[in-house]
C-alpha cells in the first residue's frame, strides 16, 4: 500500500514536538479540516466528558487535565462522538475472538476518505494511500479494527 508523508497540518499549526496525536492527525487529514480546529474541538471534549475525566483522574491524579490534552491520545468515546456528530459511519472489520480479517491494504477497503483504527493507531486513507507521518502497515500484515466513512454526500 502507497504511504504519504502527511503531518495533517500540525507543522503549519506550529504545533512542536514529538507526540501521540494521531487521533487529531487522521482526522484532521480524512475530513479536510484545520489541524488546530480538530485539536480545540477534542480537547473541549475530552474536558467537557466527566466519564473520560474521572477515567483520566484515576489514572493520573491532579495531572489529569495534562493527559486530557490531544497530545497524549484521545479516548475512543470521544472521537467516536465527533465523527458521529459529522455523520461518519463506523464500520467494525473485528470481532472479539474473530482473529483479524481486514488488513492495512488497499485491496480489502473500500475506495475513499477513511480514518481506520489499528491497534493503538489511527490512521487516514484516502483512495487506498495511507496518510500519516510514517507507514504503519507493516507490510500490509496491521490488522484493521474498522474505519470511519464520511456521510454518502461529501
Same mark, same amino acid.
Given at each position: 500500500? %502507497?504511504?504519504?508523508?502527511?503531518?495533517?497540518g500540525r507543522?503549519?499549526?506550529?504545533? /512542536?514536538?514529538? =507526540?501521540?496525536? *494521531?487521533? !487529531?492527525?487522521?482526522?484532521?487529514?480524512?475530513?479536510? @479540516? @484545520?489541524?488546530? @480546529?480538530?485539536? %480545540?474541538?477534542?480537547?473541549?471534549?475530552?474536558?467537557?466528558?466527566?466519564? !473520560?475525566?474521572? /477515567?483520566?483522574?484515576?489514572?493520573?491524579?491532579?495531572?489529569? %487535565?495534562?493527559?486530557?490534552?490531544?497530545? =497524549?491520545?484521545?479516548?475512543?468515546?470521544?472521537?467516536?462522538?465527533? &465523527?458521529?456528530? %459529522?455523520?461518519?459511519?463506523? =464500520?467494525?472489520? +473485528?470481532q472479539v475472538?474473530?482473529?483479524?480479517?481486514?488488513? &492495512?491494504?488497499?485491496?480489502?477497503? $473500500?475506495?475513499?476518505? &477513511?480514518? !481506520?483504527?489499528?491497534?493503538?493507531? +489511527?490512521?487516514? !486513507?484516502?483512495?487506498?494511500?495511507?496518510?500519516?507521518?510514517?507507514?504503519? @502497515?507493516?507490510?500490509? =500484515?496491521? *490488522?484493521?479494527?474498522?474505519?470511519?466513512? $464520511? $456521510?454518502?454526500?461529501?
Open positions: 500500500m %502507497r504511504w504519504v508523508n502527511d503531518d495533517g507543522a503549519a499549526a506550529r504545533f /512542536k514536538g514529538r =507526540t501521540g496525536d *494521531c487521533v !487529531v492527525r487522521a482526522i484532521a487529514i480524512a475530513t479536510g @479540516s @484545520s489541524y488546530s @480546529s480538530v485539536y %480545540r474541538s477534542l480537547h473541549r471534549s475530552t474536558l467537557s466528558d466527566r466519564a !473520560v475525566m474521572a /477515567k483520566l483522574t484515576a489514572q493520573h491524579g491532579a495531572r489529569a %487535565r495534562e493527559h486530557a490534552s490531544p497530545r =497524549t491520545g484521545v479516548d475512543r468515546r470521544v472521537y467516536d462522538r465527533y &465523527l458521529r456528530e %459529522r455523520g461518519w459511519t463506523w =464500520t467494525p472489520t +473485528m475472538g474473530q482473529g483479524c480479517t481486514v488488513h &492495512l491494504r488497499a485491496r480489502e477497503l $473500500p475506495p475513499g476518505r &477513511l480514518i !481506520v483504527r489499528l491497534s493503538r493507531h +489511527m490512521c487516514a !486513507v484516502i483512495d487506498g494511500v495511507i496518510h500519516d507521518t510514517f507507514d504503519p @502497515s507493516r507490510d500490509e =500484515t496491521r *490488522c484493521v479494527y474498522g474505519y470511519w466513512q $464520511p $456521510p454518502a454526500d461529501r
